[in-house]
């Protein structure tokens, strides 16, 4: 029997670079074309020694691990970013996922001020139905944040940035959580690196994510992170009188101090109760003798949210403030300054 060909290790050369497309303080992210099959990848390129300045290597390693988990399942998700390569030089790590051509919500949300209730429950299922199938693969996210939340071609969604996550084939049983996340969307079990459903903190996210859909923030910004994580464990936070009814519920059903009484989190509540919200069944509307057919995506109709047309991006209850751009005569006499030789 002729021996069995192992796949051909990609290699920076395997790549033609184009323009950065995002950057942080450990990541940059190059549009590149892998030229075996003229495709377009989100090439995600990390300095090693920033890896280890920072303490984060493990994150990396985490990371690659959930997307092989979350990648080599018979049924890749729809909603979830995909690993097509990682390799390395002697100064970089790199990965080779999913291009996302439109971004993520964090800009999408700030550029408007808001998202239309509509857009906020399509995204905030698809957000939903990605999260299960991580947690049915044993992989719980624990950093969703609206930047994390890509938009492809099609604008849907693809969740990204896994090095906060957790790997494990038990995620019923209550686990120690370590202290990760985001100041504006950590759960307060991971602030207080108690015990609890691994799943939890991914569902407490999500209702801040609605509301930032809704209001352009999350509901415990504060000046600093240190009073923004402050207000996360006093659960500080109040919805504006005018918030729609099914969409205030979820919110407060899933921002709930007590883990295990969370809205999704089992035993007491499930995935389907979840899904089962009156703000993605379509509470009084769905009960209402109205013949007036119902606005596309005003009920979730989760067989098809990953096929039908996405809503069209509307303007929601918040609108952001136009930018003014500064005239020429902020920068008059700008050329004559003279600086003094003392």
Request: aromatic fraction near 8%; hydrophobic fraction near 40%; glycine fraction near 6%.
């Amino acid at each position: 029997m002729p021996p069995v060909k192992q796949p051909v290790q990609a290699t920076l050369d395997d790549f033609e670079l184009g323009e950065e497309v995002a950057w942080g303080s450990l990541a940059t992210i190059i549009d590149a074309v892998y030229k075996k099959n003229n495709k377009h990848y989100a090439l995600k390129v990390l300095n090693k020694a920033q890896l280890v300045k920072k303490k984060v290597i493990r994150s990396a390693m985490v990371e690659k691990d959930a997307l092989i988990a979350l990648g080599t399942r018979p049924n890749p998700h729809p909603g979830v970013i995909r690993l097509h390569h990682c390799f390395q030089d002697s100064t970089h790590l790199y990965f080779a996922l999913d291009l996302a051509t439109n971004g993520d919500l964090k800009v999408l949300v700030q550029r408007l001020g808001s998202i239309s209730l509509d857009c906020a429950r399509y995204y905030t299922a698809q957000l939903v139905d990605a999260i299960q199938y991580l947690h049915e693969s044993g992989v719980a996210h624990r950093d969703i944040k609206p930047e994390n939340i890509l938009l492809d071609s099609d604008m849907r969604i693809k969740l990204a940035d896994f090095g906060c996550a957790y790997i494990g084939s038990d995620m019923e049983t209550p686990r120690t959580n370590t202290f990760v996340g985001t100041a504006a969307y950590i759960s307060p079990e991971l602030l207080a690196r108690s015990d609890s459903n691994p799943k939890s903190p991914d569902l407490w996210a999500v209702g801040c994510t609605l509301f930032f859909f809704l209001y352009g923030t999350s509901p415990f910004t504060a000046a600093t992170d240190y009073l923004t994580m402050k207000r996360v464990r006093a659960l500080d936070f109040s919805l504006p009188k005018a918030c729609d009814p099914d969409a205030a519920d979820l919110i407060k059903s899933l921002l709930i101090l007590d883990p295990q009484e969370r809205l999704g989190v089992p035993p007491k509540s499930s995935p389907d109760i979840l899904r089962q919200h009156p703000f993605f069944s379509g509470g009084k509307a769905a009960a209402s003798d109205d013949a007036t057919p119902p606005k596309p995506w005003s009920v979730i109709d989760w067989k098809i949210l990953w096929t039908a047309p996405p809503p069209k991006i509307e303007v929601g209850p918040y609108r952001s403030r136009p930018q003014e751009l500064p005239t020429d005569d902020l920068w008059a006499g700008f050329e004559s300054l003279n600086v003094g030789n003392d």
